[in-house]
């Protein structure tokens, strides 16, 4: 299944990508509701996905598949505008493909925002939060099958998923900004059905400060292949029981879209000081 995702259809994607757009030094994938950071871009260079040799394509609403290369703070930019999820039913190869061309066309930093649901207490919606560090609990890996050294090793260290130095320019930059951050764990879950109250508890007890069913993978793919990670989640909701509501997806994208300022105030501070 890989085969269908794997090297040689990278290297595929990532020369159609360099021979239209160019090369980049950081990639950003926007999460739900935060597509507007894309304006932010100068100068843009655009491809949808679907122009994109192998490229799988997303389909959920909040998410609009394309790939736009520009100038943000000076430096050359490719921003990702929609991802692939687990949950769609694609296989994890697909899930990172977009993650391993990025990589492929000679990124050094990769920024992944999310939207999430806040488990800690401090988080309220509309934080933006740095992930410090995450809990895999999709009970699969993107580098499970076998290994292709040409993406990286078969056992990747990952003490340092999110790149502490990124991290501290997270930190800088959204002083500089006048933007609040928090931080904390990510839990990555496969979804599409939100959690119960009783699997928030559960997360609360196993370390995790935010939940979401995004960004996992990709960190995992993007670690594989030696490029920094930084990761931002929007908690737009707090996370299910914690309020006597509901949670909706278009709660999600309305607070999101709300922090989108924020989030590209921010991503311009942390890009000028690459
Ligand atoms: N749970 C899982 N994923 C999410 C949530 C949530 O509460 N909010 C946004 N994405």
Redesign the pocket.
């Known amino acids: 299944m890989s085969g269908d995702y794997g090297f040689d259809r990278v290297e595929e994607a990532a020369s159609a990508v360099a021979g239209r757009c160019g090369r980049a030094d950081a990639a950003i994938v926007l999460g739900s509701g935060l597509g507007g950071v894309a304006q932010a871009l100068s100068e843009p260079v655009e491809m949808p996905y679907a122009a994109i040799p192998n490229w799988p394509a997303p389909g959920v609403a909040g998410h609009s598949g394309r790939l736009s290369v520009g100038t943000l703070s000076g430096r050359r930019v490719a921003v990702l505008s929609g991802r692939v999820h687990a949950y769609e039913g694609v296989p994890l190869p697909a899930v990172v493909f977009a993650a391993r061309v990025m990589a492929r066309l000679g990124v050094s930093t990769f920024v992944c925002t999310n939207?999430?649901?806040g488990i800690a207490p401090t988080l309220a919606p509309g934080t933006i939060m740095v992930i410090d560090d995450h809990l895999n609990l999709l009970g699969a890996s993107p580098l499970t099958g076998p290994n292709d050294e040409r993406f990286g090793p078969r056992f990747p260290d990952m003490s340092e998923a999110y790149s502490r130095r990124l991290r501290a320019v997270a930190d800088e930059a959204a002083l500089a900004r006048g933007v609040k951050l928090a931080h904390g764990v990510y839990a990555c879950?496969p979804?599409p059905s939100?959690?119960t109250p009783a699997e928030i508890r559960y997360l609360r007890a196993i370390g995790a400060d935010a939940?979401?069913?995004s960004t996992v993978p990709e960190v995992i793919a993007a670690r594989h292949l030696g490029v920094d990670v930084l990761g931002l989640s929007c908690i737009?909701?707090m996370?299910?029981g914690l309020l006597p509501q509901p949670?909706s997806h278009d709660e999600?994208l309305e607070t999101a879209r709300g922090v989108g300022r924020a989030m590209s105030a921010l991503l311009e501070g942390v890009v000028e000081r690459l």
């Open positions: 939207a999430a649901g879950v979804g939100y959690e939940v979401g069913m737009t909701n996370a299910a949670l999600v």
